[in-house]
């Protein structure tokens, strides 16, 4: 080949020739954390649903129209009830009950004739039993039905005094709705006294004697002699202007009012309870977002007293390490040995006086709560004391404290903060199972707990297993989101798992 | 081997009666408890106290309570729950049920969890291992009361296939009495099936991604056999001490559960005594869960040990 020399050029002949600046945009720790968890699915998911909790906690107090104070006396343990929706089949106040005989079904009959109300929302099954007596063959129904537990209350005794039954009179009149009903005498049914939603005739095992008809035959007392106030508001459709709506009863009046109605009177508003009430007659809707909120603040709160004693604490001993950190370990030991149920128990019988239930209930979690932080830390120490980094700046001269919390720590923030999300799961179920036992009592000041909910609850769940549902379902959702949570996050922050799918 | 267990026994001993030393003087600081006048017991109590010290310094009635243990194992009279009677005798009556519920419940979940862990590393990220997976997360997550009032609404309540508390009775091993103990067993179970199954999956499948196992099928060993004889083994050194630490955990139950299925063991006594309170009791309790904590660790460390001599935890030289 031959070409001529001067038919040669550079490629690159009066270029500046240099690397090419990197493309790739650096990315931070932080983000490169933040991108690996979010390709954690499951993690994803859990922070949603902690954030869906976190919100429930916040806006279920207000949203819900009862106070944490507001204690109903008589509609405890009352299922899920939604006026709107009384008959639809949910939320509508249902509870089944089992076996009903004649008796009990003329009663609910009669409820819903005289409030006109009806509790009937469905029968379930009919059973027959069939037996002999006196020769005769008797074919005895019994039913299985679902009622509204709210309408089925019916009517209930009370005694008020003259301003009150006035004042109840009054708001009969603005209303319209009727609250106080005839008065019953117990020697017209048959001398039976327990049972306010009598008000027809019946024999003495409470059964109604009815007409040829079917219908009730009404004993309402007519008596002017018993009257206790005379009664200048609603009378019902039979009212002839005859019936008494009050007794005397020792400078006060007895009468039968509808719960219902009188519910309504009290509160301003029909019962509204999406969760059915706590066996306290609570609001269950209201009553967990108060004790989850105080079971997460609490956590967060103890989560982070505990992660500054332990980070202190861990740092000494992997900063310094051989005596100081073999004695301190040993203080470790004697205070990760004690069980935590009896130290709790003991601030709880001795700090209680001085500084509140909250106050020692808090000393008892940080006590023993920051021995794995501090564990922890220390690993971290021990793994970046030796590093060229943390040499270079001890040769410059830095002091102890500096290289510490300037040079160590920082670097090992990430893996400390993170494992604060494992550690509030473990505080939340501590403190929900110390109060369910009734170790502490502290619904005196956060209004109520999750632990109170589930031990008021746990004492009837055969009859309204909905106050256990929903704040076991609480629970669960929150350990469950708050752990996969904190695995998904240490993964994310941990280097050693970088890479790794 | 044997030096390190001696030495690590004695520290136990050490730590254990530091705590006790602890809890004692918190106790004894507390103000005692009335004793009812004109029981026949009061005054044998009232002397029992003067015996005690009650009057002298902390550091002296710790000494007389560590003596009357030590020489005659004698933790003092009950003075409010049982009154006037041994506090141990009430203690060991108690023992027996917690024992025997939490027995069944370790002979139960043991093979059910080291089982689900083998299947679940053996078909690894199969939708099988997912579903056992989240399962044991979920688990090992929701707190146990959570379950064990489920197992109770379901079981008990709804279906009545179980009898709602625990029957009376001494009869530890009579069928009824299995019956009636099964919700408790069944709600103790979940957790420990949960963990046994998360310890055996983790080992096992990176046991067998090691290159021995490799070897183990090259030289002709089926899958079966590489995993039981070779896999499997090398997983023990890991899960055999945690078996250890559970037989002794079982001493001390839960009070949770105790508390839902009303069983009357160590546990409803000892919050009994908390809220008596019945401080002999509960001084009882306190050196029963802490001796139990700190076998427990003990036990799985020296454990560990023995198994694998790699693994010689605080050992110097």
């Not at chain 1, 990315?27 to 869906?52: E, P, Q």
Request: proline fraction near 5%; charge should be positive; charged fraction near 15%.
């Amino acid at each position: 080949m031959d070409i001529p020399k001067e038919k040669l050029v550079f490629a690159k002949h009066r270029e500046r020739i240099s690397d090419e600046a990197l493309k790739t945009v650096p990315r931070s720790y932080l983000a490169d954390a933040m991108l690996r968890f979010t390709k954690n699915k499951s993690s994803v998911a859990a922070a949603w649903i902690l954030l869906f909790l976190v919100i429930f906690c916040i806006l279920s107090p207000i949203i819900s129209p009862y106070k944490i104070t507001d204690k109903d006396s008589i509609y405890t343990g009352y299922p899920p009830f939604v006026p709107a929706f009384s008959h639809s089949g949910i939320l509508d106040g249902g509870r089944i009950y089992d076996s009903q005989n004649e008796i009990s079904m003329a009663a609910l009959r009669g409820i819903a004739e005289e409030t006109g109300m009806d509790p009937f929302i469905k029968v379930l099954d009919v059973n027959e039993q069939k037996s002999r007596y006196r020769g005769h063959d008797i074919v005895r129904k019994t039913y299985d039905i679902r009622v509204n537990a709210y309408y089925a209350l019916g009517i209930v005794h009370r005694v008020f005094s003259y301003d009150e039954f006035d004042r109840l009179q009054k708001w009969q009149n603005d209303t319209g709705i009727q609250v106080i009903y005839p008065y019953v005498l117990p020697r017209d049914i048959e001398g039976i006294k327990n049972n306010p939603n009598l008000w027809y005739k019946v024999d003495q095992d409470g059964r109604a004697i009815l007409r040829e008809d079917g219908s009730f035959i009404p004993v309402y007392a007519t008596e002017k002699e018993e009257e206790g106030v005379p009664y200048y508001s609603i009378r019902i459709p039979s009212d002839d202007g005859s019936y008494i709506y009050s007794v005397k009863k020792s400078g006060a009046v007895q009468c039968r009012i509808c719960y219902y109605n009188y519910y309504r009177y009290i509160m301003g508003h029909e019962p509204f309870y999406i969760m059915g009430t706590s066996s306290m007659g609570m609001d269950l809707f209201g009553a967990i977002g108060v004790g989850g909120r105080f079971s997460l603040l609490f956590a967060v709160l103890v989560a982070v007293i505990n992660l500054f004693i332990g980070t202190v604490y861990g740092s000494l001993q992997g900063y310094y390490g051989g005596a100081v950190d073999m004695i301190m370990d040993r203080i470790l030991d004697i205070l990760s040995g004690v069980p935590f149920i009896i130290v709790a128990t003991l601030f709880q019988m001795h700090l209680t006086a001085k500084v509140g239930v909250i106050g020692s209930f808090l000393f008892a979690f940080v006590l023993t709560g920051w021995v794995a932080i501090a564990s922890l830390t220390r690993t971290q120490f021990y793994r970046f004391r030796g590093m060229e980094f943390v040499m270079a700046s001890q040769t410059l001269g830095a002091s102890d404290t500096r290289l510490m919390y300037r040079h160590i720590l920082p670097n090992a923030a990430g893996t400390i903060i993170t494992s604060c999300a494992l550690l509030i799961p473990g505080i939340i179920s501590s403190e929900t199972s110390l109060s369910y036992l009734g170790i502490v009592d502290l619904s005196s000041i956060s209004g109520t707990t999750l632990g109170s909910l589930l031990s008021q609850g746990s004492a009837h769940a055969m009859t309204s297993p909905h106050t256990i549902l929903w704040p076991s379902i609480f629970i669960g959702l929150l350990m469950i989101s708050f752990n996969l949570l904190g695995n998904g996050l240490r993964d994310a922050f941990n280097p050693a798992t970088k890479g790794v799918n | 081997m044997i030096k390190y267990t001696i030495k690590r026994i004695l520290y136990m001993l050490l730590v254990f009666f530091i705590i006790m030393l602890m809890s004692f003087v918190l106790v004894r600081m507390l103000p005692l408890p009335e004793l009812p006048p004109g029981d026949p017991h009061t005054e044998v109590l009232k002397m029992r106290r003067e015996a005690m010290g009650y009057n002298k310094p902390y550091l002296m009635q710790f000494a007389i309570f560590i003596k009357s243990v030590v020489t005659s194992f004698d933790w003092g009279l009950s003075d409010k729950l049982y009154f006037g009677q041994e506090v141990w005798a009430v203690f060991a009556e108690k023992l027996p049920a917690t024992v025997v519920v939490n027995l069944y419940s370790i002979i139960l979940s043991i093979p059910i969890g080291i089982g689900l862990g083998i299947f679940a590393a053996v078909r690894k990220n199969t939708w099988i291992d997912y579903l056992i997976s989240t399962l044991t997360i979920m688990v090992i997550s929701v707190p146990g009361f959570v379950y064990a009032f489920v197992i109770q609404y379901v079981f008990c309540y709804k279906f009545k296939i179980f009898p709602l508390v625990m029957k009376t009775g001494t009869d530890w091993f009579s069928p009824e009495m299995l019956r009636s103990m099964m919700p408790a067993i069944l709600s103790l179970s979940l957790g420990v099936i949960a963990s046994f199954t998360r310890t055996t999956r983790a080992e096992l499948s990176e046991v067998l991604t090691g290159d021995f196992m490799l070897l183990a099928r090259s030289k002709g060993l089926t899958r079966t056999q590489a995993t039981v004889r070779h896999a499997l083994r090398n997983c023990m050194v890991i899960i055999v001490p945690g078996i250890f630490g559970e037989f002794l955990g079982i001493l001390s139950g839960s009070f949770v559960i105790e508390k839902i299925f009303s069983i009357p063991g160590v546990g409803s006594l000892t919050l009994n005594a908390i809220n008596g309170p019945d401080y002999n009791i509960f001084m009882l309790s306190t050196a029963f869960y802490t001796a139990i904590g700190l076998m427990g660790a003990l036990v799985v460390d020296i454990s560990y040990g023995f198994l694998d001599p790699r693994i010689r935890m605080g050992e110097k030289g």
